[in-house]
């Protein structure tokens, strides 16, 4: 699901009149977006800020859930929007339809008139992510004698959503659907995510010395979760090898792998804009992205720089078909990490260069925000009759 930090910015009490619509503001919830005086009402149980912020960058989820309100409304449907982690009482009985997952999604399910619900999962199912995640903690744990935070833990309580929804669609591959077949289902629909920066062919890189850099790009927290201690285990213990590290790091990992983080060859460049010249720099340097992930819906930071011609060395749970485009790593651990760095060190200049573009086209062709309007579309119309 959407990161936490959504939560931080609840809106106040407001009322914004306008010449041709009204919005009612409360807490996270919207009213009416488009204004319109259609016979159907739908609610999205997603994000509201990227309809009331409109200057928002940094996550794929603002323009997607504009593309899916709009979506929404050519079906035929007035649409309400609500913030996945608002949990105050809610009346449901004007609804014909609720897309989405969260508090209110869940809580939908008490509504004594029909509804007809589709869950929209960003993410994999909440059994295999925790489970997954927890494991890793357990292993740094039995290693190192040190208990981090679990980061990415998602809320069980609203996993009952992935079992009566009367459909499931999914951010995410074959291997992210599956996730969800734990149990009676119903039908689930796969969607490809999009990445976070305009895919381009990178010209000029010098791949004598960009392949031996790799890009590990996580995200705002999660290190543990995307394989960043495996990637500092095998890299600070590899000194010809240089990793670049953008994304931010908590403090329990950070002062656990203080001495790693120091390595010469190890650099940290923080939080970077993926649309910004810090962040090109970067990429410019590198041949490679890796992520070992545990565990994603899809991951839209590996998209991202898949577009930008990086080569991808990630894990099947990244939620990504890599086919000819990569390197998939069998295991979750520093070896597993390293196995897969020495086949990528293995590939020649031209097959280097030609598995670079074949990642931008991929990206151009199946992740950009055009593709996803049109394919959720075409679920859309079939589910949400």
């Known amino acids: 699901m959407e990161p936490g930090r959504e939560a931080m910015n609840i809106l106040k009490f407001t009322r914004i009149y306008t010449r041709h619509r009204c919005w009612l503001f409360f807490k996270g919830f919207l009213e009416n977006l488009h204004g319109s005086r259609h016979q159907r009402n739908a609610l999205i149980s997603y994000v509201t800020k990227p309809f009331t912020h409109r200057l928002l960058t940094g996550h794929t989820n603002i323009a ?199 390595s010469p060859n190890i650099r940290h460049h923080g939080f970077v804009d993926a649309q910004g010249p810090a962040f090109q720099e970067v990429v410019q340097n590198c041949a490679f992205a890796i992520l070992p992930t545990c565990a994603e819906g899809q991951a839209a930071s590996l998209l991202t720089v898949m577009g930008q011609g990086l080569i991808p060395i990630a894990t099947a749970a990244s939620g990504i078909d890599l086919d000819e485009l990569g390197i998939k790593i069998d295991e979750l651990s520093a070896a597993g990490v390293g196995q897969s760095v020495e086949k990528a060190q293995k590939l020649a200049p031209a097959q280097l260069e030609l598995m670079a573009r074949k990642n931008t086209d991929r990206i151009r062709e199946h992740h950009m925000l055009e593709q996803f309007e049109a394919n959720l579309a075409g679920i859309l119309s079939e589910v949400a009759r």
């Open 64 to 262: 997607r859930s504009q593309v899916i309100a709009g979506i929404f409304d050519r079906l035929g449907y007035n649409v309400d929007v609500v913030d996945y982690f608002h949990d105050r009482p809610f009346r449901y009985d004007k609804y014909d339809l609720i897309f989405g997952f969260g508090a209110p999604f869940e809580q939908s399910f008490a509504a004594p008139q029909p509804l007809r619900r589709i869950y929209f999962g960003t993410t994999c199912h909440q059994h295999f992510n925790n489970t997954t995640e927890l494991r890793r903690i357990r292993e740094i744990r039995e290693k190192t004698g040190v208990l981090l935070q679990p980061r990415r833990l998602l809320e069980l309580a609203w996993s009952r959503s992935t079992g009566l929804a009367d459909a499931l669609i999914i951010l995410g591959n074959a291997h992210t659907a599956g996730t969800y077949r734990i149990c009676p289902h119903p039908p689930i629909y796969s969607l490809n995510a999009t990445a976070l920066a305009t895919p381009r062919h990178v010209s000029g890189r010098d791949l004598s010395s960009a392949r031996r850099a790799f890009l590990w790009f996580g995200s705002t927290n999660g290190g543990v979760h995307k394989g960043l201690d495996l990637c500092l285990d095998y890299f600070a213990a590899t000194p010809s090898l240089t990793l670049h590290l953008c994304g931010l790091i908590e403090e329990d990992l950070a002062q656990l792998y203080r001495t790693e983080l120091c």
